[in-house]
């Protein structure tokens, strides 16, 4: 019997990296999870990752063959193979591409976490079938991902989408990328935080964040507040979801897609983001685009998006997917 | 001899209508304007223009052979060839790409003429050898076209590049679209009139603008007195700058160009608008997208632009160029 072809996707966060084989159908057959150890050179973590799965490879040998990787990995760049002094590893400018193309012999290929969460949904998720696509990933930041004509845009330098720096309100928040007003610092859950605070100063309404220290508050919170009818929690998620509309319909504009897909643990957030953020984006629309572009949750279960995503990167490259 | 392909490029404006036969080179071989006629049918248009050019194709019909017909047309849509109640015309839905097919017997594709524009300087202009590239175009407006990976960027309505009505202030000017905030609003010449006129309230400064009615104000009238060092004009011309630095910012990091191109009349601003937007984008970009990506005027000259773009649409389409 023919061998079916599987793909390993890797994603490498600052404390965990975790990896799977995934089939074409987007089923993942196993998952994996060990620390980075950032300050190890980059080779130690892929031979880590190698010692890993020979087990399992071994073991199927005679029903799946390993034919690419993909990674998804903090400051990846798709065209270079490069991951250029990554903010949480100790690694400097590394080629992971060629380093895992040594350790494990198959095709790879690199992007961000973002933009390999935008392909996992094209491919296995809520934008299956689609060929014009945005994902928004909502977490500590903003991570974005584009697609257009079914391909992701990375554009001239390989970085293209970077929509959490895009300026909001260039009279607004500072950030720590050291510009003002960057969208970032109002839709994620840091911004929330940071938006329930100014309101804590601006309204003069009771609210059970008033009894918190402002370093205590979490986007969690707020949002079990809210759903217990907190007016400062709920006028946060009202907040957070105009910016995130009027964002949506500004980047709608730009390359017109069929969906924007929220991604990340406040996608969770339902009718306190999403449907509030649908509403704000119509109103921001030019009417030729009204009532077209769908709002939609991750359509990927959230514990194996990232390993997914990754492994689309793999799919869509190495197979004619 | 074999025969030299040609394509005609036509620009279909509220008031007048250009068109001319442009080659392989981007030489435009000749060119006509008549009136639009905007009160009769769209056929009619397209009959007179047939009347005009025929006279060349006879004379040259042992050299030149028409190969193909692109337009530029406002709502006009890639997909379907429609042009959908054109503001200006008195056409309704009609699709135009049918009707020149019919009339004249050649490949036709349509879409706006700020799409055509990008397709014009990235085959002929400023932007040629690039594969990502935005042109905005400053008049009366702000128009915009987006080239991906070599693509113009169409999305999944046929109608991406809105980035005129991208909100930069979402407490900001009223637009005649129905929002708020609207670029368009800002940076075009109507928007350079309104920033002069706030300015002339909220500053105290003598300036030959107070002796003028704000309806007779005109951006190439701020434009001069900021040359003669008219403190008003001058402000006016750097928040202009800014914004549209802010602006360039934002969408450099949505699809990551190698330049964006701005075409238009206020493309010729130089140093006031041109030098200036470099600064600001510069600022708002973060560190990854520092230092690489170009602000350039047009490179067409500027009586050719609007049919060198539409024809560049029909050498791009029907040729490998």
């Keep these: 019997m023919a061998l079916k072809n599987i793909m390993l996707g890797i994603d490498i966060g600052g404390t965990n990296t975790v990896f799977g084989f995934v089939r074409k159908s987007g089923v993942v057959l196993k998952e994996y999870s060990i620390p980075t150890q950032s300050k190890k050179p980059a080779k130690d973590l892929i031979k880590r990752i190698k010692a890993e799965i020979s087990e399992f490879l071994k073991q199927n040998k005679k029903t799946y063959k390993l034919a690419g990787v993909g990674i998804?990995?903090?400051?990846?760049?798709?065209y270079t193979g490069l991951v250029e002094n990554p903010p949480n590893l100790k690694w400097g400018d590394v080629n992971l591409v060629e380093i895992v193309k040594d350790i494990l012999g198959v095709p790879v290929r690199i992007t961000n976490d973002a933009n390999a969460s935008a392909l996992g949904e094209m491919l296995f998720g809520a934008g299956k079938g689609m060929k014009d696509l945005i994902t928004i990933t909502l977490g500590t930041g903003l991570g974005s991902g584009i697609i257009v004509d079914g391909k992701l845009v990375y554009g001239s330098n390989g970085y293209a989408g970077e929509f959490g720096h895009v300026c909001i309100d260039f009279r607004g928040r500072y950030c720590p990328c050291g510009k003002r007003g960057c969208l970032e610092g109002y839709v994620s859950a840091t911004g929330i935080v940071r938006t329930a605070v100014e309101l804590l100063g601006k309204r003069i309404c009771p609210s059970k964040l008033r009894e918190i220290p402002s370093n205590h508050i979490t986007a969690k919170l707020i949002y079990d507040l809210a759903l217990k009818g907190d007016e400062i929690a709920l006028e946060t998620f009202d907040f957070t979801s105009q910016l995130l509309g009027v964002s949506c319909?500004?980047?709608?504009?730009?390359?017109?897609?069929?969906?924007?897909?929220?991604?990340?643990?406040?996608?969770?957030?339902?009718?306190?983001?999403?449907?509030?953020?649908?509403?704000?984006?119509?109103?921001?629309?030019?009417?030729?685009?009204?009532?077209?572009?769908?709002?939609?949750?991750?359509?990927?279960?959230?514990?194996?998006s990232a390993v997914i995503g990754a492994a689309a990167l793999a799919w869509k490259e190495f197979s004619n997917i």
Aim: hydrophobic content about 40%; some cysteine.
């Design 249 to 304: 319909a500004n980047v709608a504009m730009i390359t017109a897609p069929e969906a924007i897909i929220i991604c990340g643990g406040l996608a969770q957030a339902g009718d306190l983001l999403l449907k509030k953020t649908k509403e704000y984006m119509e109103n921001h629309l030019i009417s030729n685009y009204k009532n077209q572009i769908k709002i939609l949750p991750s359509g990927i279960k959230k514990g194996n």
């Design 72 to 78: 998804g990995a903090p400051n990846a760049n798709y």
